[in-house]
């Protein structure tokens, strides 16, 4: 991909937003491996763009959701008349578009109600978790669950399988502020789900968001996430 060093900004909002097409999304993508400076304006475009993320209405939730989140829980039971969640495709781009990353995020919300009330799961049963995050992809299906312990410690389970190329890796990230940006809570090995070793940051809190990206193996190279978001949600606190 050719592109004039002063286009770089423009290039990395459109690609943030996701309004390039397919093949040159793709173009983008590959860029970004051999371009540092592709790299942080793309990270740079993600940080400027965080109000899309954070400034989110409430509103009214479909009631197909609720049987879509039900049948992909591992403690859910099965509900009469639901319809069985698909494994979504793995997404090609940042597709940021406010309006469909709205109501994935709001869907999220109600996704986090439902774990705390009972159909949560956890790797150990002697520790409470202080939020949980329902993560979706795009078009609204349950992909992840996060929880987030407060003690540098944070667990991810996967929900439906991705497909990790071999030179990339699933990186988990949250947003403790705007201030602080978004930071790594560590990568996934290979798509399985994973117990974290993050870093010391404040305590998680009620709507705080977190997401997961497709990076480079290794990690993002600009410590802030620049490739296609898998799927992303907010925590609320279990009752």
């Known amino acids: 991909m050719r592109y004039d060093r002063k286009d770089l900004p423009e290039i ?26 592709l790299r942080v304006a793309v990270a740079a475009s993600r940080e400027r ?30 509900v009469p008349g639901a319809v069985p969640p698909t494994a979504a495709p793995l997404p090609s781009s940042n597709d ?22 009972g159909l949560t799961w956890s790797l150990t049963r002697t520790t409470e978790p202080l939020v949980i995050a329902v993560l979706l992809d795009g078009t609204g299906e349950v992909q992840a669950v996060v929880e987030d312990f407060g003690n540098d410690t944070a667990k991810v389970r996967l929900l439906n399988a991705f497909t990790v190329p071999a030179d990339k890796t699933i990186q988990v990230w949250t947003l403790p502020s705007r201030e602080m940006g978004p930071v790594s809570l560590g990568l996934v090995p290979g798509s399985r ?11 998680p809190r009620r709507d705080q968001l977190y997401e997961l990206t497709l990076e480079q193996a290794g990690g993002s190279p600009t ?10 949600g907010f925590a609320k606190p279990p009752l």
Do not use: C
Request: aromatic share 4%.
């Open 193 to 203: 789900s994973a117990v974290l070793d993050g870093p010391s940051l404040p305590k």
């Open 96 to 117: 940021n578009h406010p309006r469909a990353w709205r109501a994935t995020a709001l869907s999220a919300l109600v996704a986090s109600l439902l774990l705390a009330v």
């Open 12 to 37: 990395a909002d459109e690609y943030v937003l996701g309004l390039l097409e397919p093949a040159v999304q793709a173009e983008v993508e590959a860029a970004m491996e051999r371009d540092a400076d």
């Open 49 to 78: 763009f965080l109000p899309l993320d954070t400034g989110l209405e409430p509103a009214p939730v479909a009631a197909e959701l609720w049987a879509r989140i039900e049948a992909a829980l591992p403690s859910a039971q099965a």
């Open 223 to 232: 410590g802030r996430p620049t490739g296609p978001i898998l799927a992303k």
